[in-house]
């Protein structure tokens, strides 16, 4: 999977750059940088508990991202 | 801690609105909205293992993650 289990250090080993759609993410964890690890790091949690890393610096990301916090309740 | 543990309903129960520096934050957590829960959650762990629940409505919270992804390594 590509994700160290430690919280010594990063979690990512291996970033999945190809695009996922939201409705495949049951959830979106993200470690800001810190003594541990010196970037900020997205863990994804898809289904039946698969978990990908993404590049926080892709747009696709970042526009992710904005648009899960903007959704109102339409 | 106001936060429910199973995954099958919201797991937000309190909401914290007071803000919170993005120093203090271990790790942001945030579930989108689904069949289990019709709001996105925000699921903040801060140090000691202490976990709250932030509104991702509010304007501070919008900020925090916006600037979480936008820092290179400077």
């Known amino acids: 999977l590509g994700l160290a289990r430690t919280g010594l250090r990063c979690k990512c080993i291996n970033i999945n750059q190809t695009f996922i759609s939201l409705k495949y993410m049951k959830n979106i964890d993200i470690a800001p940088r810190g003594p541990h690890c010196p970037k900020v ?34």
Chains 1, 2 share one sequence.
Do not use: A
């Open 41 to 74: 790091e997205i863990i994804v949690t898809l289904q039946k508990r698969k978990e990908v890393c993404l590049n926080p610096e892709s747009p696709w990301v970042k526009k992710l991202v904005k648009r899960l916090l903007k959704r109102k309740d339409q």
